[in-house]
T-cell receptor
């Protein structure tokens, strides 16, 4: 199993550009999550999904969108990038709501 | 949002020393989790706690789920250089199972 994979590893965007961060898991997990981690801080939940076709907002959803068309994939979309979205983004998955979450390696995004 | 207060923010210790860090909150949690993050990597789960009062060990690591369900601690005994990293507490909130993370404890171990 590859676990949770994320692409790209790094990206630099200009203000106002859009992009999609990709996340795939091959563990057949129902739950998938997107977090952001700002320097010196813990992770904050952006969006999560309890299964294909179902998504919900986390703690900091503004400026982001998600979709979950398959069990394996959970892309995160930034429509109009802003400097405040400069962060490291982590995708995670788990079998159930309180089961262990397995994290991807992260995407480091800089918005200039 | 509900805050997890993790302390200390950083620790500089000598190899062989024991380490203790903790998390507290004003909210009740269903689970307490301790993760370690190394540079350029995602967090990796060290210990998961599911019941109030639970005390669990994983090698040199020991963690406890506080009786009030509002706190947890992690102890590392006989630290070694590879223990270096950032340790995060996390937990699932009682009312909605959202997961919250502490701000992390940055551990440096001097050989």
């Amino acid at each position: 199993n590859a676990g949770v994979t994320q692409t790209p590893k790094f990206r630099i965007l200009k203000i106002g550009q859009s992009m999609t961060l990709q996340c795939t898991q091959d563990m057949n997990h129902n739950y998938m999550y997107w977090y952001r981690q700002d320097p010196g801080m813990g992770l904050k939940l952006i969006y999560y999904s309890v299964g294909a076709g179902i998504t919900d907002k986390g703690e900091v959803p503004n400026g982001y969108n998600v979709s979950r068309s398959t069990t394996e994939d959970f892309p995160l979309r930034l429509e109009l990038a802003a400097p405040s979205q400069t962060s490291v983004y982590f995708c995670a998955s788990s079998y159930g709501p309180t089961d262990t979450q397995y994290f991807g390696p992260g995407t480091r995004l800089t918005v200039l | 949002g509900q805050q997890l207060n993790q302390s200390p923010q950083s620790m500089f210790i000598q190899e062989g020393e024991d380490v203790s860090m903790n998390c507290t909150s004003s909210s009740i949690f269903n689970t307490w989790l301790w993760y370690k993050q190394e540079p350029g990597e995602g967090p990796v789960l060290l210990i998961a706690l599911y019941k109030a009062g639970e005390l669990t060990s994983n090698g040199r690591l020991t963690a406890q789920f506080g009786i009030t369900r509002k706190d947890s601690f992690l102890n590392i005994s006989a630290s070694i250089p590879s223990d270096v990293g950032i340790y995060f507490c996390a937990g699932h909130l009682y009312n909605n199972n959202d997961m919250r993370f502490g701000a992390g404890t940055r551990l440096t171990v001097k050989p």
